[in-house]
């Protein structure tokens, strides 16, 4: 059994990518050895050796191993659109199928995986799927990765009401200030710790750092 987290968000920008690599580092220092994988990414960039995303780039350094690229981003489109836009622009069909069989090679050399999904947990892959249904095919318990800033309650509610219609665990949610003014930020987190049925996992303070640390997750989500 495939053992780790997805990491999902209710947007894009949210900070997924920074608790994704707090999450690697932590397992890490528990001694598991981890990798981690972004299936679909959109505004990719050209190198000599094809389409790569600075995100997946940062999960492929944190992992314990070095692994393909094309195993840890399976999906790689240029333009910096919604995935299925993506897609139907390059002529490509994002399928399960391949996921699935990137995490698998991804994880015969680990004993964790983290997964970041792309933009929230509804955006588009094709004409009738989303990113959840790639996250239930992984079955992997699912961490929410919440914006503070105006309108992130109504986000963080619907997002949770969607995770849990679906067969996979909700492991819980991160409060992450993605703004250093945010008007009323204590007030919204305290509403969201009332009203999302899921552990509050960590609130993690405004940094312009994507590396800043996760230390606070370390005794209420990896305690497996």
């Not at 580092?25 to 990414?41: C, D, E, I």
Request: proline residues 6%; contains cysteine; hydrophobic residues 45%.
């Amino acid at each position: 059994m495939i053992r780790g987290f997805f990491v999902t968000g209710t947007d894009t920008g949210v900070g997924k990518t920074r608790v994704s690599l707090g999450l690697m580092r932590l397992l890490q220092k528990q001694g598991h050895v981890v990798t981690g994988m972004k299936p679909v990414a959109s505004g990719c960039r050209r190198t000599p050796t094809g389409l790569v995303n600075e995100d997946a780039l940062q999960l492929q350094a944190q992992a314990s191993y070095t692994a393909a690229y094309h195993q840890v981003n399976p999906y790689a489109f240029e333009p910096p659109i919604a995935p299925h836009l993506a897609a139907q622009a390059c002529g490509a069909t994002i399928e399960t199928r391949v996921i699935q069989q990137a995490l698998a090679g991804l994880t015969e050399d680990a004993d964790r995986v983290v997964v970041e999904g792309v933009g929230g947990w509804l955006v588009p892959i094709d004409s009738t799927r989303t990113m959840a249904d790639i996250a239930v095919a992984m079955g992997l318990p699912v961490v929410m990765v919440v914006g503070i800033r105006l309108g992130c309650i109504n986000h963080a509610l619907l997002t949770q009401a969607a995770i849990t219609s679906t067969p996979v665990p909700f492991a819980g949610w991160v409060a992450n200030r993605t703004e250093a003014d945010c008007e009323a930020a204590d007030e919204i987190v305290a509403t969201l710790r009332v009203r999302l049925k899921a552990p509050c996992l960590a609130e993690l303070d405004y940094s312009p750092e994507p590396g800043a640390s996760l230390a606070v997750l370390e005794r209420v989500v990896l305690g497996d």
